[in-house]
């Protein structure tokens, strides 16, 4: 079982629609929770960090943790074209420096 | 305010040669950290650098050496490449505060061994 698990999609979704991203992970000492934007050909880019249970909103996006569970979601409401990217999810236990991520989720929203 | 440098941004090596990968940050972060990201594999973990003076194994170092030389940098080498190790190579650095915690990511080196 990988550490962090995603759905490589892609996921497509029309334009104006919610796209829901999901990411499950093996480590229950896990305590901190990632979601990056990675375009073709370009660095990822931090969105949305989220350590506590329930729903973080910024913007368009929200994110949402259940660690009972062991899932972290990412929501991106009115889905514009411009999101096309691939979305990696990463997750850290506080004990240590190092960034697990999963292989990342292409989402391709339809003009 | 550049953010994290890397270079080259790309190369061409051929099999048994070496080479450094270079990376920088002015963000004045602790940490540092060097990921391969290979199709389908997503980023994985090659050496960290928790603070200036210390390096520590990732999930891949195998083929690689690190020097953190100071706080702002943190280069990567390939000793004798191997098409195996044709990639892309991500710097990263990162901070953490009380609330939060942010990493960064450099624009990538993109390297094919043949």
């Known amino acids: 079982q990988k550490e962090v698990e995603q759905n490589s999609g892609p996921l497509s979704v029309p334009e104006g629609a919610i796209a829901s991203l999901n990411c499950t992970y093996s480590?229950?000492?896990?305590?901190?929770f990632f979601w990056y934007r990675q375009y073709s050909g370009k660095s990822p880019e931090l969105i949305m960090s989220i350590y506590s249970n329930g729903d973080k909103e910024d913007g368009r996006f929200t994110a949402q943790l259940n660690k009972a569970s062991q899932y972290v979601s990412l929501l991106i409401r009115d889905s514009q074209p411009s999101d096309s990217a691939t979305y990696l999810c990463a997750v850290k236990n506080s004990g240590t420096y190092k960034y697990i991520f999963g292989t990342g989720t292409r989402l391709k929203v339809l003009a | 305010n550049a953010g994290v440098t890397q270079t080259p941004k790309f190369q061409v090596l051929k099999t048994g040669q070496s080479m450094t990968l270079q990376c920088a940050q002015d963000?004045?972060?602790?940490?540092m950290y060097w990921y391969r990201q290979d199709p389908g594999m997503g980023l994985r973990l090659i050496y960290y650098?928790?603070?200036?003076?210390?390096?520590d194994k990732g999930e891949v170092p195998n083929g690689y050496n690190v020097s953190r030389l100071n706080k702002r940098e943190f280069s990567l080498r390939l000793e004798s490449a191997a098409p195996s190790q044709t990639s892309v190579y991500f710097c990263a650095s990162s901070e953490k505060s009380l609330a939060s915690e942010t990493q960064y990511f450099g624009p990538g080196t993109r390297l094919l061994v043949l």
């Open positions: 480590d229950r000492g896990s305590q901190s």
């Open positions: 650098s928790a603070s200036e003076g210390t390096t």
């Open positions: 963000m004045n972060h602790n940490s």
